[in-house]
């Protein structure tokens, strides 16, 4: 891993949303925003800023789904 990634994922992952939403990304595939919301208890407007934080982590699928990047993959090892 290198460095800017690590330094990038230490600062996402200070927070417990970021912790949260990555986890669940992992553990359930790819799912809408609606059902990210719900799932973390979140209005539209966290949820966009949880997504747009966590952009470099996450991939939009063509049914536009949330799902996670290779870097957040990646990210997936020091949460568990």
Do not use: C, H, W
Request: no cysteine; net charge neutral; charged share 30%.
């Amino acid at each position: 891993m290198s460095s800017d990634l690590v330094v990038s994922l230490r600062e996402i992952l200070k927070n417990q949303t970021n912790r949260e939403l990555i986890i669940l990304l992992n553990d359930k595939g790819a799912l809408s925003s609606d059902v990210l919301m719900v799932s973390l208890n979140m209005t539209p407007r966290m949820m966009a800023y949880e997504l747009k934080v966590l952009d470099e982590f996450l991939i939009k699928t063509d049914n536009d789904k949330y799902a996670l990047s290779e870097k957040g993959k990646q990210a997936i090892y020091p949460v568990k």
